[in-house]
Nanobody, 119 residues
Framework: QVHLVESGGGLVQAGGSLRLSCAAS????????MAWYRQAPGKERELVAT???????SYTNSVKGRFTISKDNDIHTVYLQMNSLKPEDTAAYYC?????????????WGQGTQVTVPG
């Protein structure tokens, strides 16, 4: 079992920056990929950025060049550095972790953190 706790959300003016953190605990040795998703009101949850075990990263087109996903394996934490924020980035941001251990694959989710960029 893996427990994820996000932090770092808030209200920021357009053009500003925020850094989200996602701290993992529990069976962290079983974690393969981690990702950040977001969900705006009335919209489907969207994949924002992924970081796999090797450290390779990928991003949705709308955040490329503005957001950076990274991880600190020593403290089992994944970050999302968000720069040049836009009103359309407003959403609840969720951290996820994929585990594959003991012949059991599962995706774990955090509780979410709100990011608001006024228009």
């Amino acid at each position: 079992q893996v427990h994820l706790v996000e932090s770092g959300g808030g209200l920021v003016q357009a053009g500003g920056s925020l850094r989200l953190s996602c701290a993992a605990s529990g069976d962290t040795v079983c974690i393969s990929d981690m990702a950040w998703y977001r969900q705006a009101p009335g919209k489907e949850r969207e994949l924002v950025a992924t970081i796999i075990k090797s450290g390779h990263t990928s991003y949705t087109n709308s955040v490329k060049g503005r957001f950076t996903i990274s991880k600190d394996n020593d403290i089992h934490t994944v970050y999302l550095q968000m720069n040049s924020l836009k009103p359309e980035d407003t959403a609840a941001y969720y951290c996820s972790a994929d585990t594959d251990c003991h012949n059991f694959e599962h995706t774990w989710w955090g509780q979410g953190t709100q990011v608001t960029v006024p228009g």
